[in-house]
């Protein structure tokens, strides 16, 4: 991005109930942040399957220095523990919050990223909730210089995360 | 409408039927051009036994090709998961062909002998040396990562990708199965040694799923579920490769062995 992105001023509710203060909580780490939801039948599952991928396939250090977080875009659905199951299933270290759609499109606005829609199912089916696609890397310094679109490969985040981690020191 | 399955990237999967029309056509164009060449030629020598069995051949390679090439496996396999994919070549690739060739009486191949050009670029195109490396080089064009990337996203790319499957595998065959040309010098011990070969060759896509630290096919590896890790279901798609293979070459080293032992039997004992 030509001009990084600073994390944005986000106090939501973890899986445990705890309150969670984005910028407190991931200061000095590398953190991936992502807007989705648990019901997402294309993009969420498959960055969740990637990164979990990718963090199997990182050396320890780079792992340790790293946090990926998953921030419901779709709340009333994505209880607590559905979204820990969820999350669970795919990399037991990814952590979810969730709290009220305003505030997250608060924080989305702030990151120039487009905010949550929703589009009712039709037929009786469920609701499709309209997220960005893009998961942003925030540097240990708290700003985000990347946008990782859909579509990025595993072998690309082997590549890049390591020397992402050493930039933001 | 689609007419044939390809993979469709950040498309989520859903277990509603969709019509695949030119898998429909094909199996058609086959089924007619089998009765056709049938009605032409007169197979009557044949036990009606042989005959049987080689209409149950055909059906069963019309069955192994729609199967696989029609929903859902075809876009499952197209799309999602790169296990199905390999079931998919062991289907369109491997037994498929096999049981075209052995679905055709003998007769139905003498015409060819009546044109030599013809008959002289098959013995080229089929000698036991050519067939190997042309199905091996199929086999492997066919599963490197970058064509199959770059042709499986659309019909006609999924197509080619289909019929060169189908005609390395014919290729591959020939040899063992069809009597045209003649080659006296492939004993049986030769078509087995054949066999054996291709079953126990390692080829670079097999190396590449089975051993790569990452997924090597982006299309697979960005499918939504019902694809979950890519990395395992690329290592199943080796397993399911080499072991298929295997046991396919192995069924025919069986019948070659067996017709081998039948004809030694057959023969007049010398004094």
């Known amino acids: 991005m030509e001009v990084p992105i600073p994390k944005p001023d986000l106090v939501l509710t973890d899986t445990e109930g705890e309150l969670y203060d984005l910028r407190a909580e991931t200061d000095g780490y590398l953190s ?3 807007f989705g939801y648990t019901n997402c039948p294309d993009v969420c599952p498959v960055h ?3 990164l979990a991928g990718v963090f199997d ?4 250090e780079v792992r340790d220095a790293m946090k990926v977080i998953f921030v419901s875009t779709d709340p009333e659905r994505d209880t607590p523990d559905r979204l820990r199951q969820w999350l669970g299933a795919y990399h037991p270290s990814f952590l979810g919050l969730r709290g009220e759609v305003e505030a997250i499109n608060a924080a989305l606005a702030e990151m ?3 905010g949550v829609a929703v589009v009712p199912g039709q037929h009786g089916s469920e609701p499709i909730i309209g997220h960005p696609s893009a998961v942003l890397a925030f540097g240990r310094d708290g700003l985000a210089r990347v946008r990782y679109p859909f579509g990025v490969r595993r072998a690309d985040w082997i590549n890049d995360l390591p020397l992402l981690l050493g930039e933001s020191s | 409408m689609n007419w044939w399955c390809f993979a469709q990237p950040g498309t989520a999967w859903n277990w509603q039927w969709q019509p695949l029309i030119g898998v429909w056509l094909a199996m058609l164009l086959l089924t007619w051009v089998y009765q056709r060449v049938l009605s032409r030629i007169d197979d009557s020598y044949e036990s009606s036994r042989l005959r049987k069995s080689r209409r149950a051949a055909f059906s069963l390679a019309i069955f192994l090709l729609w199967a696989s090439l029609d929903w859902p496996l075809g876009p499952l396999g197209a ?3 790169a296990s199905v994919h390999m079931v998919q070549f062991l289907a369109v690739g491997i037994a498929a062909p096999a049981l075209l060739l052995l679905a055709l009486p003998t007769a139905a191949y003498e015409p060819l002998r009546r044109h030599p050009r013809l008959t002289k670029a098959l013995s080229d195109l089929t000698h036991p ?9 199929v086999m492997t064009a066919t599963h490197w990562p970058g064509v199959v ?9 999924s197509f080619v990708l289909d019929a060169a499957w189908m005609l390395g595998g014919l290729i591959f065959w020939w040899p063992l199965i069809v009597p045209v040309p003649e080659r006296p010098g492939f004993h049986s011990l030769g078509k087995i040694a054949y066999l054996a070969l291709n079953a126990f060759l390692i080829r670079p896509p097999f190396a590449m799923m089975i051993f790569s630290a990452s997924p090597i096919y982006a299309i697979y590896e960005l499918a939504p579920p019902p ?4 990395l395992n279901d690329q290592q199943l798609a080796g397993a399911v490769m080499k072991i298929g293979i295997a046991w396919i070459m192995f069924a025919g080293v069986l019948v070659i062995f067996r017709n081998w032992m039948l004809l030694e039997s057959d023969r007049p004992e010398s004094a």
């Open chain 2, 129 to 137: 040396v050519s067939a190997f490396f042309i199905f091996n080089i």
């Open chain 2, 227 to 230: 694809a979950r890790d890519a």
């Open chain 2, 79 to 81: 799309s999602y998961l």
């Open chain 1, 112 to 114: 120039k990223l487009p």
């Open chain 2, 149 to 157: 990337d770059l042709l499986m996203p659309t019909q006609l790319g």
């Open chain 1, 32 to 34: 991936l942040v992502f």
């Open chain 1, 48 to 50: 969740m399957a990637t």
């Open chain 1, 57 to 60: 396939e990182l050396a320890p």
